[in-house]
């Protein structure tokens, strides 16, 4: 079973930066849409960031301008370079994808366990 494994999380003070990368583990046999979701404690699951394979990328309002998502189709990775943190920005970050399944050529949504990302004051 394929999984998407996140990585770059970790605790920082406001105004610094983190970068986040995203593969999935095994062998996949095509991605299309990639993103980053987040959630903070006790607040629903909210969307970060998506790009297209083709590049094409969509941000939340609240980042526009601060974190930029971009991905290495060679490498299957999407990253996430996050700047001007601050402390709201704490959350738990999702890497998402669609991967094909073989069986059905469909592409299918994956989820990864998520990293935490913490910005102190």
């Known amino acids: 079973q394929v999984q998407l494994v996140e990585a770059g999380g970790g605790l920082v003070q406001a105004g610094g930066s983190l970068r986040l990368s995203c593969a999935p583990s095994?062998?996949?046999?095509?991605?299309?849409?990639m993103g980053w979701y987040r959630q903070a404690p006790g607040k629903q699951r909210e969307l970060v960031a998506t790009?297209?394979?083709?590049?094409?990328?969509n941000y939340a309002g609240s980042v526009k301008g601060r974190f930029t998502i971009s991905r290495d189709n060679a490498k299957n990775t999407v990253y996430l370079q996050m700047n001007s943190l601050k402390p709201e920005d704490t959350a738990v970050y999702y890497c998402?994808?669609?991967?094909?399944?073989?069986?059905?050529?469909?592409?299918?949504?994956?989820w990864g366990k998520g990293t935490l990302v913490t910005v102190s004051s």
């Open positions: 998402n994808a669609k991967l094909m399944e073989v069986s059905t050529s469909l592409y299918m949504n994956y």
């Open positions: 095994g062998r996949v046999f095509g991605i299309s849409d």
């Open positions: 790009i297209t394979r083709g590049g094409r990328t």
